[in-house]
């Protein structure tokens, strides 16, 4: 009676999917939150060459002018889309409404006394320039806005928090001992940011930035697992679907170190030109 060798006996394999990695972050906000501008400001980062924003530039004490195009956005986060988040739209009324203070008429007048002169009376401030032209000309008071603890939305995942500035344009009249009274006429509303992920030299850990995986983002959980920079696959048995990772400042400039790919950049939205129905006559 002849007998058979027995059947080998094969492990069944499990299936193999990929770990949420880092640059899966900009598909979560556009495709599971609806965070449209987020996921553009982030794609872009992670276009950009390698580069590491100085903290000159963050703190705006580098004309603007002066940066390369790949430093700089100008397109992708607008005022009318700002204004939709209360948090900013309350801010930009008590802006409009309460920028006379008497730092931002001391800057007015600085402004004024540096700008070109005619020899009776001038046009000060030119609000068709962009954001990063008023800065240097006639950008007069700001106000910060945004916290850690602000709603999960759009605004949250791709600004956070920014300066909301005002620039300010009339005609000028010069007056006796170098004083002048302008007629202010028309301002103009913006918003600067920077999108880097540097941390404070002083903090003991990195900025934290939430819980992110496939399913979307969260904040407080418990359990777990650092965001992958490479490609890495798992069984899939192994991986619950609702896996989140913690995400924080340096993982960012990690992929950068290692790919050489991602780069800072500051933020201007467009300018918001609000025209005065009666003249505003100021003494500076």
Same mark, same amino acid.
């Given at each position: ?148 603890? @602000?709603?999960? /939305? %759009?605004?949250?995942?791709? #600004? ?9 344009? +009339? $005609? ?23 999108? @880097?992920?540097? /941390? %404070?030299?002083?903090?003991? #850990? ?9 399913? +979307? $983002? ?23 679907? @609702? ?18 790919? +991602? ?22």
């Amino acid at each position: 009676m002849s007998t058979s060798a027995p059947a080998a006996v094969q492990e069944e394999k499990s299936e193999k999917v990929r770990l949420f990695r880092i640059t899966d972050i900009p598909d979560v906000m556009e495709k599971r939150l609806g965070w449209t501008v987020g996921a553009k400001l982030m794609r872009r980062w992670f276009a950009n060459p390698s580069f590491a924003m100085s903290r000159d530039v963050k703190k705006n004490d580098v004309d603007a002018r002066s940066l390369s195009a790949f430093q700089i956005d100008e397109r992708i986060v607008t005022m009318e889309w700002a204004l939709r988040f209360s948090r900013v739209s309350g801010a930009y009324l008590q802006l409009l409404n309460g920028w006379r203070t008497p730092a931002g008429l001391a800057l007015l007048r600085d402004r004024i006394d540096r700008s070109p002169k005619g020899k009776i009376g001038w046009r000060f401030g030119d609000l068709s320039q962009p954001g990063k032209a008023l800065d240097q000309t006639c950008q007069v008071n700001f106000m910060e806005l945004g916290n850690l603890s @602000d709603p999960l /939305d %759009d605004f949250f995942g791709g #600004i956070a928090r920014a300066s909301l500035k005002i620039a300010v344009s +009339g $005609v000028v009249t010069p007056l006796k001992l170098g004083r002048y009274s302008i007629a202010v006429d028309e301002v103009g509303l913006y918003l600067r940011d920077t999108y @880097d992920f540097n /941390d %404070d030299s002083y903090d003991l #850990i990195s900025q934290p930035l939430g819980y992110w995986g496939f399913q +979307g $983002v969260q904040r407080g959980v418990k359990l777990r697992w650092d965001i992958e920079i490479d490609e890495v696959y798992a069984n899939k048995d192994d991986v619950p679907a @609702d896996r989140v990772y913690a995400v924080q400042n340096e993982d960012f400039r990690h992929y950068r170190n290692k790919y050489g790919k +991602g780069g800072d950049f500051v933020i201007y939205s467009d300018v918001r030109r609000v025209r005065l129905p009666v003249p505003i006559v100021l003494g500076v």
